[in-house]
């Protein structure tokens, strides 16, 4: 049973790429959800009272502005994330497709370009489903309040030599991850918003091998900031994130996304998410694989634009769809506001700015966007584009819709 949810007034929030001013459309005009892929109408732009010259010059800018890293993605790895210390990756990479992109306007595909349906990593998108995943725990009462202390959720977990707390990374004695005098402090909330300042290491990955300092005499020694006070966007610690909602379920979370989420969108079958070769733990006497939450060394969420484009818009409907109510709005309520260190983030990577309400975007390495437009009833997909070009995409469509600077 769900716990009972209420209505909450909308969120502050903006697209920190768009900074835009637009003529509003109201939600509740898009009544079309696709059913099961592939199954999606398309519509003209001129079917729905858009600008076609202004989307097709959208389609340009974003075919133009491609990114400029290799395509292979476990080489491009090797000239970027791979050159930190213990950077070498443990999950799987593809060979991207070209710049690629979906504009979704009132529920209907108005415009389509690359290849949509290639499965691709995502790389930080994978955060969102993460959060998604430990919402749904929280929505089914496995997690009572995001205040909690994570630790009191764990059970002792045997890990591979070398992961663990300080002064607890050798031998597979089972270990508690929140129990040094810092770690203890971390909620489920500290998680969520990228301020737990975590110490440890978790899958062979210490969490100060990840975008470290370039003084190395300080990545084992700095003094620890108090759970809540310093926002560090740190993969390590969104890997942990995704290994005490596994805890939690006791499921695999690819298992319960896909059983919760990903299904009831109607979303394909060539979707992953991904853990790293040494990323398994015993639960109830089976194995199970903790799933990357952010992709730095591989893996992660592996799927096509056009999963991503039903994930915009089951985020931009706050977890409802074709009037089912997949996971709360009070989760939404949490999972775009502001947070009080980071005021441009949400929950993981909903990326906000208050400059304007009610837009987000789900933000990747690539770069892979996902542009959530409630007031404009607009979702648009960018993958493998650069930024600048990603904001004027962004700008082009709302003045086909009739807005703009």
Known sequence: MLRQTASRPAVLALCAAALLLTTPHLLTAQSYFPGRHPDWERRTPEQLGLDAAAIQRAVNIAIAGESQ???????????????????????????????????????????????????????????SFLSTSVGLAYDHGLIGDVHDLVGDYMPPIVLNDGDGEPGDENGRRAKLLFDSEHNRKITWNHLLRQTSDWEGTLWGKPEWADRPDRDASTWGTRPRNEPGTVYEYNDTR????????????????????????????????????????????????????????GAHWGGG????????????????????????QLLSQDWFAMATAAGEVNTGTGFMNFSLNDARPGTWTHVGAGSNLIYVDPANDLVIVCRWIRGGAFNQVVNTVLEAIGGGY
Do not use: C
């Not at 970027?80 to 690629?100: C, H, I, K, N, Y």
């Not at 005490?244 to 996304?257: H, K």
């Open 238 to 293: 969104v890997n942990l994130l995704a290994l005490a909602a596994t805890a939690v379920w006791r499921r695999p979370l690819p298992e319960v996304l896909r059983e919760y989420v990903m299904d009831p969108i109607g979303a394909s079958t060539t979707w992953g998410w991904h853990g790293y070769e040494n990323s398994w733990v015993h639960f109830d006497g089976r194995m199970i694989q903790s799933p990357s939450g």
């Open 301 to 324: 969420m592996i799927l096509s634009a056009y999963d991503q484009a039903r994930f915009g818009l089951f985020t931009m409907h706050r977890g409802n769809w074709n009037g089912e």
């Open 69 to 127: 890293s290799p395509r292979d993605l476990a080489f491009n790895h090797l000239s970027s994330f791979g050159r930190e210390p213990l950077g070498d990756a443990v999950g799987p990479f593809t060979v991207r497709a070209p710049q690629t992109g979906l504009i979704v306007y009132r529920g209907y595909i108005v415009a389509e370009w690359g290849e949509p349906g290639k499965a691709d990593n995502t790389f930080s998108v994978s955060k």
